[in-house]
């Protein structure tokens, strides 16, 4: 049995044989035969390691291709295997990521940690891109919900490098949008998020930031700041922007 992880946004009005699904994320497991999709089959699902958008040198200078490389086989990699191996068995097998990070306190801390590394690490390589740019174009969603929950971008970038400088340690900081809707940055230790029922402040985050030092310790050393100040130029607005639209549905 071949086994491939899909989207909650799934349609999954009528599988028969053969039959294509159209998806558009990869947070829901359901399981697929040679020939027969069908919701009730989550027995023996794992999550997958998601494809980069973009080759591994492709986000250089700014973020060099080695480092790529490593976070992305061996730490996303890792996170990965180990939420599959940390689920196997249990009642969380089949669900979704996001459900399973929005009840972590009844879990296990390999599923907190693993659960949220694969999560993190999907969406950071998703915000991502070569062609990014510091600030998002003027007519996005986005750009004009920052400055009206920000008050102008300067004063976004300013809250949100200041999270990421001060995140003591291994972590992250966000860009989320709250229940009511409206912008927030946070940020969070190890591999916690926004979604985990456990976070000071709730959110659906669209933006991340990976702060451990294996995101930038081959290129930057201990030059966290520069690290930061490097990640203004690859920034994939339009994603960014995919992702607020989203999470305010
Ligand atoms: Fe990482």
Redesign the pocket.
Known sequence: MKTILFSTAIILSFFSKAQLISYTHYSKQITMTTNTISQTQVQGTMFELPKLPYSYSALAPYIDARTMEI?YEK??GTYTNNLNAAIKGTELEGKSIEYILSTISKHSAAVRNNGG?YY??NL?WSILSPNGSEKPAENLEISKAIIKDFGSFDEFKSQFSQAATTRFGSGWAWLSVDASGKLFVSSSPNQDNPLMDVAEKKGTPILGL?V?E??YYLNYQNRRVDYIAAFYNIINWNEVNKKYLEAKK
Do not use: L, R, T, V
């Open positions: 976070h730490h996303h590394g993190n690490h950071f990976d451990w294996h995101a």
